[in-house]
């Protein structure tokens, strides 16, 4: 999976379902640490902010949630 630069969707849109989708497949399951802002500005080729807008995103749906200085993790289901 990888963003479409050509894409009329924005980025963060397109990060955000990627992740939703690797969410989905439990390859992230319940509970578990998301990689870091940083090694998805990486593994993407995305600015860091753009990043965070994604992950604010998900947040926002209530998908993950954040442990300040801990990192992000996939909320649990209960």
Known sequence: ??????????????????????????????????????????????AGITVRKAIAALKDEGVLETASGWGTYVARKD
Do not use: H
Not at 5 to 32: C, M, N
């Open 1 to 46: 999976m990888s963003v479409d630069r050509g894409s009329v969707v924005p980025p963060w849109r397109q990060l955000a379902a990627i992740l939703r989708k690797r969410i989905d497949s439990g390859e992230f399951p319940p509970g578990s640490r998301i990689p870091s802002i940083l090694s998805l500005s990486q593994e993407y080729g995305l």
